[in-house]
């Protein structure tokens, strides 16, 4: 991954791993968590801290909170999973679906609008139980809830608007969590999601209303979402603008499986470079082959260069594919002392690239190494200046 220059990963911290059993902590869990966050720091990789679920649990023929959460009786027999899709599964002596392949009646996402899972998310929004994880240097903060539910729809239908439960309900829940972790950690990121079909933000505000403590959590699939990965970008950078917080693009299909992936990727980082976002993957597992080697393609389509620093206001940045070419427009600060730097993937970049600065003499360039080009503004520019790097690949 450091080698496509992917410098940042969202790692997977589900609660049931973290207290299996009702207030015992699971230390070998929570020692693999900060071992793991340690390997990604020993090769310059940042770590997401994700309190991910898919489907909230095994009894709705998903994972994430621990199994003693939902009590194999606490909903009537009519109204247990995946009712009303169909009526319940059969289940074996702790509740869970027997046989297991029940589970592949409907696409998987339909499983959260059932009566069970709506009510027990409902359930989890007012509970105070948690999990924690001691800070390290590479850590970003903490991902509250990987794609949070509504709630209880069934008890209340307005949910089911665009941007409803996000202030209804989920402003509320990220409040309470964010207060508790920073009685630990008060500078730690707290990074927040909305509903998963979303136009736009229900959020009035952001978690404790400090939007430089906040980040802003979102996903593209479609659906859910019903416009295209350039409409949404744009939409949650108006979020991101009316919250006066930071936004990350931190879930998109991010594998090749059934043929149109490909194309959907390269428009995904296209936009994300148009948008100026940055982004994180899910399921990194699908980066590799069976020997352990990246697939050409998808390691293509995620070393891209990017700027990780500039040393002014970016107006934009592309990276044309098929020509080789990275194009960074900016307008210069000469109070800054520091550099813009362009992170070039050795993949993409095998050779030393071909670099071209206008206007010339604006920039002095020097190679901080074989993956990193640093570019200090030139003493002679007194005033701000509007300047254009373009980076070529050498064949």
Partial sequence: MHDMEMNVVRLGHPWAGAEPIRGEYNQTFLDIMNEQTKLAEDHRIYVLVDVHQDKLARQFCGHGVPDWFVEKDWMPNSSRSPAPLTKPCTTDSGGFPSPTAQCEQFPWEMHYGTYAASNAFG????????????????????????????????????????????????????????????????????????????????????????????????????????????????????????????????????????????KDLADAMRATDAHMVSWMGWGYEDLYDSSGQPKPELAKQNSRPYPAAVAGKAYSYDFEELLGTFTLKFRSDPDMDAPTEIIMPPSTFPKKPFIAIEPEGSMEEYQKDNRTLALFTSKSLQTPMDIKVIIQVRK
């Fill in 123 to 262: 359930r989890l929004y007012s509970n105070h139980d948690g999990l924690g994880m001691h800070s390290q240097p590479n850590g970003r903060g903490y991902n509250l809830l990987n794609e949070p539910w509504a709630g209880d729809v069934w008890a209340n239908p307005l949910l089911w608007g665009f941007g409803v439960a996000d202030h209804m309900v989920l402003e509320e829940v990220w409040n309470r969590a964010a207060k508790e972790i920073h009685k630990v950690e008060n500078d730690t990121l707290i990074w927040f999601e909305g509903t998963a079909w979303d136009i736009k933000s229900g959020f009035n505000d952001v978690p404790l209303g400090d939007g430089s403590k906040t980040v802003h959590s979102f996903h593209y699939y479609h659906p859910p979402q019903a416009w295209s990965i350039w409409n949404t970008l744009k939409n949650r950078d108006i979020d991101n603008q009316r919250l006066k917080t930071a936004g990350v693009f931190t879930e998109l299909t991010f594998w090749y499986r059934d043929g149109s992936e490909p």
